[in-house]
T-cell receptor, first 112, second 112 residues
């Protein structure tokens, strides 16, 4: 079974803090993705990576950065957290060429 | 912006009936199509993938794809109360690095 883990299920941070969300997958997948999910807006792609040290912007990259130093790990960084970044953050991984994506359990981030 | 459209519901069906969930997409070059189930507060769980026109069956689930009409559907036979969840349609293509473009989901309620 594919396993995607995320570092925290719930996180509360203050405005202006730097926030790190970690994602690890154990299936040697090339592709990894970060989404956020908000009521009424659905899932939106923040960043994705198809190889180590490679990254591509998604639909809403503003205010975020990512790091992929190892194949199994993909980190999402909020450089200076703001209240509008309060959301559910979902990490996913997949093998190449459009095959199925598998999601981690999600991190519910609250920025106060 | 490429669109994936779903009726938000709720779709209410009695236990044992067939639930029919529909999805349309606007990007003609879409190549891969997925259905995810999401329980409240949980992350999306992949239940079906389909890549070519026609039907694909897996247990009680059948996915149907019609690329000419840009339409994909999910049928759930013998619906159970445990099927009550939000069902997300997602599409991807190579032009976007196979990142998923999600619909906003259809809420399904199976009543005993």
């Amino acid at each position: 079974d594919v396993k995607v883990t995320q570092s925290s299920r719930y996180l509360v941070k203050r405005t202006g803090e730097k926030v790190f969300l970690e994602c690890v997958q154990d299936m040697d997948h090339e592709n990894m993705f970060w989404y956020r999910q908000d009521p009424g807006l659905g899932l939106r792609l923040i960043y994705f990576s198809y190889d180590v040290k490679m990254k591509e912007k998604g639909d809403i990259p503003e205010g975020y950065s990512v790091s992929r130093e190892k194949k199994e790990r993909f980190s999402l960084i909020l450089e200076s957290a703001s209240t509008n970044q309060t959301s559910m953050y979902l990490c996913a991984s997949s093998p190449p060429a459009g095959l199925e994506q598998y999601f981690g359990p999600g991190t519910r981030l609250t920025v106060t | 912006q490429k669109e994936v459209e779903q009726n938000s519901g709720p779709l209410s069906v009695p236990e044992g009936a067939i639930a029919s969930l529909n999805c349309t997409y606007s990007d003609r070059v879409s190549q891969s199509f997925f259905w995810y189930r999401q329980y409240s507060g949980k992350s999306p769980e992949l239940i079906m993938s389909i890549y070519s026109n026609g039907d694909k069956e897996d247990g009680r689930f059948t996915a149907q794809l019609n690329k000419a009409s840009q339409y994909v559907s999910l049928l759930i036979r013998d619906s159970q109360p445990s099927d009550s969840a939000t069902y997300l349609c997602a599409v991807s293509n190579s032009n976007s690095g196979y990142a998923l473009n999600f619909g906003k989901g259809t809420s399904l309620l199976v009543t005993p």
